[in-house]
């Protein structure tokens, strides 16, 4: 049986009565720039995250940059984040001038260690990107009062985490609720995607609302005023629609994957080869990815491919080894969990539509391979 890694026809076979009239209203009206839409999907989102403001923006990636760059870092700056992450994070903190601190991780969860955040501040310190990788929190409660303690901006990287939960001090808060700055993307492959590119910030702070929507538009508040050099970085209007048609189905698929991620680790607790991830009980994970710890990864992907079942790998190479940030002078072997850990990762898929019958064929062929 094929089992795609991502089935996202599936998905639009399902919705497409109502993702197509949206998009048709915008297309009717031709207003394809900064249209109403954008306007009220930035107030769900932000309602979603339980933060003050949504600022749409042109992808995840700009959604980081664009916070780093409010910060008005300078060279030398230094931002701290993990290696075992999506390129954009670290490549933001690049683009704005400062130097990416890389950090290990935790060994059950993939996110960031707050014990690994404290030992790096220095004083060159002016941030932390923290990243809830594959749809479950980092430790926010641990890194909150070392940013407070050293006055750093923390952003969450919650590209891969809408509407996470995590228990804080006995109350649920939401990715992206608690930092100074919560970022987004609705890259067609994310649990909320569109048909293209596009990002969310979200905040608490009127103040550095006001400036993000500033910046997102050539740094001006209004046309032909610029108050500081922005970018171009808006939200396409036929992109939030699209995005406002899928929200409603967004708890519901956060469901289904739960479901499906609890019936993987049933299929794999115990067994001798294989590692389910492991989730934080401080933490309602809305499994963007499921992502299984092996040996003979390789080989069981040759496997899996002959089996026609979908896999990936999320991350093989760590940031902290890639050539670009050679000049950094980290070497193998200096943050080994972050190793470890793209040595051995392999993500199943894990999309809402996966039928019983597919995740049956999965599961069968990881225990075949390892027989």
């Known amino acids: 049986m094929n089992v795609p890694l991502l089935d996202l026809v599936a998905q639009f076979r399902d919705i497409r009565d109502e993702v197509l009239p949206a998009m048709m209203a915008v297309i009717e009206r031709q207003g394809f720039i900064m249209g109403p839409e954008v306007f009220q999907l930035e107030a769900e989102v932000a309602r979603l995250s339980h933060a003050r403001h ?68 220095t004083s060159r310190t002016r941030a932390i990107i923290v990243v809830h990788l ?28 809408i509407g996470a939960r995590r228990q804080v001090h006995g109350v649920w808060r939401r990715a992206g609720e608690l930092a100074t700055v919560g970022t987004f993307s609705f890259f067609p492959s994310k649990n909320l995607g569109g048909f293209g590119d596009g990002g969310m910030m979200v905040t608490q702070s009127d103040e550095l609302a006001e400036r993000l929507r500033r910046l997102r538009l050539h740094g001006g508040s209004r046309q032909y005023l610029h108050e500081e050099v922005g970018v ?107 190793e470890r850990a793209m040595d051995s990762v392999i993500s199943l898929p894990i999309y809402p539509e996966l039928t019983l019958e597919q995740q049956d064929a999965v599961v069968g062929s990881l225990l075949a391979f390892y027989a």
């Open 54 to 121: 949504g600022i749409a923006c042109a992808s995840g990636t700009d959604a980081l940059f664009l916070p780093l760059k409010a910060l008005d870092l300078h060279p030398g700056d230094e931002v701290i984040t993990t290696p075992f992450t999506f390129f954009a994070t670290a490549g933001a903190i690049h683009n704005v001038g400062a130097t990416p601190v890389f950090v290990d991780i935790e060994e059950a969860t993939f996110n960031i260690s707050p014990a690994a955040i404290e030992a790096a501040i």
């Open 232 to 338: 171009n970085s808006r939200l396409d209007t036929l992109q939030a629609a699209v995005l406002l048609a899928k929200l409603p189905h967004l708890s519901a698929w956060s469901q289904a994957r739960a479901r499906h991620a609890g019936r993987y680790t049933q299929a794999f607790t115990g067994h001798p080869a294989i590692c389910p991830p492991g989730v934080d009980p401080l933490n309602e994970h809305i499994f963007h990815q499921y992502t299984l710890r092996v040996p003979r990864r390789d080989e069981l992907q040759v496997h899996l491919r002959e089996q026609g079942v979908g896999h990936a790998v999320y991350y093989p190479l760590a940031l902290h080894l890639q050539p670009c940030f050679a000049h950094l002078g980290y070497t193998r072997g200096r943050l080994p969990v972050s």
């Open 134 to 161: 594959f749809g479950q929190m980092a430790a926010m409660e641990a890194i909150l009062p070392l940013a407070r303690r050293h006055g750093l901006a923390v952003i969450e990287d919650a590209a891969q985490a």
